[in-house]
């Protein structure tokens, strides 16, 4: 591997820009900053997931996808790299298919709430749906690996499933939508 960081601040990014991993230097809110930024974000709200009370198999499956979003995170910091291969989605495909499989039919909305475990969850999902916004966004100014939403795509249907059995982990129920008409 390349070098490692022994200087934590470089004041070069001072004046709002920051080096991509190809050396080239780009203003801070470029739009494949804000993808590598935001996938980031999720990586650090799965860590937050992490500190709760969860099954195995959740960790298990959380720690992987951290790895995975490290990848991703370097994949588009470095443009024209490719590191998200189809596999990491079938990998995700193959989790959910598993936790969902004991999961009650869904027949109303979720809202995202519930225990800590459960409503970081619910977060990360929506973080995980921004990420793969930004990085469609960058895809229609630069060629970006199709893996690459794909496997966001399909981490936020996982991260969904997760937040139902954390619900039941934590503490037994889903919050349903009911329509505001409903609640008067």
């Known amino acids: 591997m390349g070098h490692r960081l022994s200087k934590i601040y470089t004041r070069t990014g001072d004046k709002g820009e920051t080096g991509l991993g190809d050396g080239t230097r780009v203003d801070k809110d470029n739009i494949r900053v ?10 650090s709200i799965l860590g937050m997931i992490l500190a709760y009370d969860i099954p195995e198999g959740i960790t298990t499956c959380i720690n992987k996808v951290q790895h995975h979003l490290f990848d991703l995170g370097g994949e588009l910091c470095m443009p024209g790299h490719k590191t998200i291969e189809e596999n990491y989605t079938t990998y995700l495909e193959n989790t959910l298919d ?26 990360a999902r929506t973080v995980c749906r921004r990420a793969e916004r930004r990085v469609i966004s960058l895809s229609k100014l630069e ?17 969904f499933v997760f937040s139902r059995v954390l619900a039941r982990h934590e503490n037994g129920e889903e919050v349903l939508w009911k329509p505001y008409s409903d609640l008067k």
């Open 143 to 159: 060629k970006v690996n199709p893996n690459s939403i794909s496997y966001l795509n399909r981490l936020s249907d996982l991260l």
């Open 34 to 43: 804000e993808a590598f930024g935001t996938t980031d974000e999720l990586n």
């Open 98 to 123: 598993n936790f969902n499989s004991d999961l009650p039919m869904l027949k109303e909305f979720i809202l995202p709430s519930g225990g800590h475990a459960t409503s970081t969850c619910h977060l």
